[in-house]
């Protein structure tokens, strides 16, 4: 079993910054394929970073591209989503994801689920 909790979101206008941070518990966190996945209000949970364990390649959806960088310490069981230039279609609750395995974009994908943390950018 896997347990994970996000923490950084806020507020923060556009062109803002914010880094959030996913603890994970248990063993063999560097075996897993880490996620950041983002729901707006009144919209289905779409998928935005990915990181995978060994190795450590990254994916990012077109639109977050240039502007977000997920990274992870595996020292620290500790997956980041540091997100530069934001903007109010930024806004959504941010939920971390891990899998066995390499990273992947599709939601269904991933076994363990963070709570969420709300982010919200004011224009």
């Known amino acids: 079993q896997v347990q994970l909790v996000e923490s950084g979101g806020g507020l923060v206008q556009a062109g803002g910054s914010l880094r959030l941070s996913c603890a994970a518990s248990?063993?063999?966190?560097?075996?897993?394929?880490m996620g950041w996945f983002r729901q707006a209000p009144g919209k289905e949970r779409e998928f935005a970073a990915a990181?995978?364990?060994?190795?450590?390649?990254?994916y990012y959806t077109d639109s977050v591209k240039g502007r977000f960088t997920i990274s992870r310490d595996n020292a620290k069981n500790t997956v980041y989503l540091q997100m530069n230039n934001l903007k109010p279609e930024d806004t959504a609750v941010y939920y971390c994801a891990a899998r066995s395995g390499i990273a992947s974009s599709v939601e269904r994908a991933y076994d363990y689920w963070g709570q969420g943390t709300q982010v919200t950018v004011s224009s």
């Open positions: 990181i995978s364990g060994i190795g450590g390649s990254t």
């Open positions: 248990g063993r063999s966190f560097s075996w897993y394929g």
